[in-house]
């Protein structure tokens, strides 16, 4: 596609149970970022990959937050054992060598109730 | 650690009038980014700038980055109600390749 895509666009869960959401970055962009989105916020940075090279997980805000990307294409974020506070917008945006712009996708709206 | 902080963080103006939204840090960045969010969608770049002093306009949209690039200001004049939205302000430093985003600036404009 011409965009970044995510999916699913909306994900309503129960407390404790495993979510998984994907990102497709646009075709050809070396690097991937996840990002979450409170209401009306900004945005607060999860991980991001480059490359073949390892992961920045430094913005992972527990070990119950993962994330891989396969054949340096797709993302997959994923969250075990969810809690009401992980409810949020997951972004996803993918970013050219140069001359470094992001391209947003349009989210996931994650609600655990 | 939120690196920049943007004010207003609420904004709420009559159409035509003028507004400046604030993109502060005490940390130097190699570049920053100016991006628009609307409900339900993903922020959507409007401008990079990248050297200390820079200016660039985008129709009624001016963009400064400080001389000593800490600090940004988004100036749009002639407000429109297609104006209405999300900013944020997102800066890169030299050391890596993460993006700090600014606390975001909600704009309405009333008709």
């Known amino acids: 596609g011409a965009g970044v895509s995510q999916s699913p666009s909306n994900k309503v869960t129960e407390k404790g149970k495993d979510v998984e959401l994907r990102c497709d970055p646009i075709s050809g962009h070396t690097a991937l970022y996840w990002y979450r989105q409170s209401l009306g916020q900004g945005l607060e940075f999860l991980i991001y990959?480059?490359?073949?090279?390892?992961?920045?997980k430094s913005g992972l805000p527990s070990d119950r937050f993962s994330a891989e990307r396969t054949g340096g294409s797709v993302s997959t974020l994923t969250i075990q054992r969810t809690q009401q506070e992980d409810s949020a917008v997951y972004l996803c945006a993918s970013r050219s060598r140069t001359p470094g712009e992001q391209f947003f996708g349009p989210g996931t709206r994650l609600t655990v109730l | 650690t939120q690196l920049l902080e943007q004010s207003p963080q609420f904004l709420s103006i009559q159409e035509g009038e003028n507004l400046t939204v604030y993109c502060n840090s005490s940390?130097?960045?190699?570049?920053l980014q100016w991006y628009r969010q609307e409900p339900g969608e993903g922020p959507v770049l409007l401008v990079t700038v990248v050297t200390g002093g820079e200016v660039k306009k985008l129709k009624r949209l001016t963009f400064q980055f400080g001389d000593a690039r800490k600090d940004s200001s988004l100036h749009i004049t002639a407000a429109q109600p297609g104006d209405t939205g999300l900013y944020l302000c997102?800066?890169?430093?030299?050391?890596?390749?993460?993006?700090?985003f600014g606390t975001g600036t909600s704009l309405t404009v009333i008709p």
């Open positions: 940390s130097v960045f190699s570049s």
């Open positions: 997102a800066g890169v430093q030299s050391t890596g390749n993460q993006f700090y």
């Open positions: 990959f480059q490359g073949n090279s390892a992961p920045d």
